[in-house]
């Protein structure tokens, strides 16, 4: 297994065991893997996540028992109404770096996915998670673009294409969420 998806499962385990948030962002087919990670975070993956008994008994009905425990992490690319405020009253650059100043605290691990790594408006939310206390991890392409310069932790592809980066980051996120939830959840 890649040893930057290793660290980062490592930083993200400590960060949830503390409560806090992992904050997601990236641009077209990235944006569509924040929601895939936010996904296999937010419900169970491969284990089975029943809620505490005392949560059940405290809403007392059966259906209680089919929900899962979940891990926060808010994918920044999907809220439509607030990004198009955004883009409307502050510029389109700065749509995560917002959501960062808004939903962002120490602690809190920012996720930033760009095949280039040169995406401007995940490169500014990275800058603003980290002067929010933030640490900050950025999956790119060979190289890590301009990314690999503001972030915590690079996990990159071996790869340049596009298409060949996305396919691999799905295995690299994949096993990610696979670690925290074996750490977490087993």
Not at 24 to 51: Q, V
Not at 145 to 173: K, M
Request: one cysteine or more; proline letters at 2%.
């Amino acid at each position: 297994m890649h040893k930057a998806v290793e660290r980062a499962a490592e930083l993200l385990i400590a960060c949830f065991q503390k409560g806090g948030s992992l904050l997601l962002c990236g641009n077209g087919g990235s944006a569509a893997d924040c929601a895939h990670i936010a996904g296999e975070l937010c419900k169970g993956f491969l284990l089975p996540r029943r809620p505490e008994q005392a949560f059940m008994d405290a809403v007392g009905e059966p259906w209680a028992g089919r929900l899962q425990q979940g891990l926060r992490a808010i994918d920044l690319t999907a809220n439509t109404a607030l990004i198009t405020a955004i883009i409307n009253d502050i510029g389109g650059e700065d749509i995560f770096a917002q959501q960062v100043m808004a939903f962002g605290r120490p602690g809190d691990i920012l996720l930033g996915i760009s095949t280039s790594g040169n995406a401007e408006n995940v490169r500014r939310a990275m800058l603003a998670a980290r002067a929010r206390g933030l640490a900050t991890i950025a999956m790119t392409g060979t190289g890590g673009g301009r990314l690999a310069q503001v972030c915590d932790l690079l996990v990159e592809s071996a790869q340049r294409e596009t298409r060949s980066v996305q396919e691999e980051q799905i295995g690299q996120y994949h096993n990610l969420c696979m670690l925290i939830e074996q750490a977490l959840f087993r």
